[in-house]
């Protein structure tokens, strides 16, 4: 009968799929319809599709960070440099290293080992040979009028290890210089001259045992210039924390590695940011300078 006759039942599951499909396809125009709309809307004010993912714990935009070139330092500090024989009899020469924050200079005085304290009358070697370097500093505190920040003092040896890990320098005598002995032998030509850690150390010796006084000390000033302007880089800065750990080891000094550590922007501060600046770094004959100008080296 259901052959030939009416099939309600199946007649009735036609319907009803045909009106959920009906339904299904509505919502599915709805939901598109909807989407777009609100897209349309999210882009008529402006806003990033990109943000539309973002998770909630994420920032669009970075903090703002405070580079070092744009804060300004204030300040001068003062550093001595001794250098001895090996067996500290000998006072060789001093230097005090002089920072200017304000003007991003760094002066580098020769001290002249002979100038003496009236008050026990031994000369700036006889105290440092005899008293030792925190005497030597409380005497040219007093001399100069100044308050000495921290000191170096190296032996020979010292002085040597400290270039050995540091590596070359550049310095520019003013004639040839040939010069041999039964200790060494040192050959430079006028002008500018690369010096290996080993030759660095003779022209040192060369300067110690060819002069005197103020003007051997002058003479090592011009290396500790050259030394300045070698390693004061943005290279050398990037490992300083490892250069310190080892060059600290080379001399006696009051300088720790808190102090290095809290100085360090400070020493950024004074690097020069590209390749086009040049470091401000000279002998002064002043441990004080007034509104101190950077002295060129003459052609």
């Known amino acids: 009968?259901?052959?030939?006759?009416?099939?309600?039942?199946?007649?009735n599951r036609k319907n009803?799929?045909?009106?959920?499909?009906?339904?299904i396809v509505f919502l599915c125009f709805a939901i598109l319809l909807g989407t777009v709309s609100t897209l349309l809307m999210w882009r008529s004010y402006n806003y990033d599709f990109n943000n539309m993912f973002i998770k909630p714990d994420e920032s669009t935009t970075a903090a703002p960070t405070t580079q070092i070139s744009d804060i300004t330092y204030t300040g001068s500090y003062e550093f001595l440099v001794a250098v001895t024989d090996e067996t500290k009899t000998q006072a060789l020469f001093f230097n005090m290293i002089c920072v200017d924050l304000s003007e991003k200079i760094i002066r580098v005085v020769p001290i002249d080992s002979n100038i003496a304290d009236?008050?026990?009358?031994?000369?700036?070697?006889?105290?440092?040979?005899?008293?030792?370097?925190?005497?030597?500093?409380?005497?040219?505190?007093?001399?100069?009028?100044?308050?000495?920040?921290?000191?170096?003092?190296?032996?020979?040896?010292?002085?040597?290890?400290f270039f050995r890990a540091m590596g070359d320098i550049t310095v520019k005598v003013s004639?040839?210089?040939?010069?041999?002995?039964?200790?060494?032998?040192?050959?430079?030509?006028?002008?500018?001259n690369v010096l290996t850690p080993d030759k660095t150390y003779k022209y040192m010796k060369?300067?110690?045992?060819?002069l005197e006084g103020?003007?051997?000390?002058?003479?090592?000033?011009?290396?500790?210039?050259?030394?300045?302007?070698?390693?004061?880089?943005?290279?050398?800065?990037?490992?300083?924390?490892n250069t310190f750990s080892i060059i600290i080891d080379y001399c006696e000094s009051d300088i720790s590695i808190v102090d290095f550590?809290?100085?360090?922007?400070?020493l950024q501060y004074l690097i020069p940011?590209?390749?086009?600046?040049?470091?401000?770094?000279?002998?002064?004959?002043?441990?004080?300078?007034?509104?101190?100008?950077?002295i060129e080296d003459e052609e």
């Open 16 to 23: 009803k799929k045909r009106n959920r499909t009906l339904v």
């Open 175 to 192: 004639r040839d210089i040939e010069y041999d002995t039964e200790d060494m032998f040192l050959e430079l030509t006028r002008g500018e």
């Open 273 to 294: 940011a590209s390749s086009k600046e040049r470091l401000k770094v000279f002998v002064s004959d002043n441990i004080i300078v007034e509104n101190a100008e950077v």
């Open 261 to 266: 550590t809290n100085s360090k922007d400070e």
């Open 214 to 241: 103020y003007e051997r000390s002058k003479a090592n000033a011009e290396i500790v210039v050259a030394a300045f302007n070698a390693f004061c880089t943005t290279e050398r800065f990037n490992s300083a924390d």
């Open 1 to 11: 009968m259901a052959k030939y006759g009416l099939d309600l039942q199946g007649e």
């Open 206 to 210: 060369y300067l110690c045992e060819t």
């Open 118 to 161: 009236s008050g026990t009358g031994l000369s700036c070697e006889e105290l440092l040979i005899k008293n030792g370097i925190n005497a030597t500093v409380l005497f040219l505190n007093k001399y100069y009028g100044i308050e000495i920040d921290r000191y170096a003092l190296l032996t020979e040896n010292g002085y040597k290890s």
